[in-house]
């Protein structure tokens, strides 16, 4: 079994660190955005994004935080 490096531990927590507060922005604009001013359309638009995106069809890389506030904000 190997051992992993103090280098490579640090760097999966950063990682983990940056998912982490990612998510929680994104719960913040969906929260933002509650289901009585969603519009059908647009709804259907977001689950076929979230379907794409979990088939691997629609995956997403962004360079910065502002980057993907960018694209959230353009959902």
Sequence with gaps: METMIQK????ILRRQNKLEMELALI????????????KP???KR??????DMD???AA??????????KWLKNL
């Design 8 to 11: 490579g531990y640090k760097e």
């Design 27 to 38: 719960k913040k604009t969906v929260l933002a955005n509650d289901e009585s001013n969603i």
């Design 55 to 57: 088939r691997g069809k």
């Design 41 to 43: 359309s647009v709804l």
């Design 46 to 51: 977001w689950e076929r994004i979230s379907r």
């Design 60 to 69: 997403r890389a962004f360079n910065s935080v502002q980057e993907m506030k």
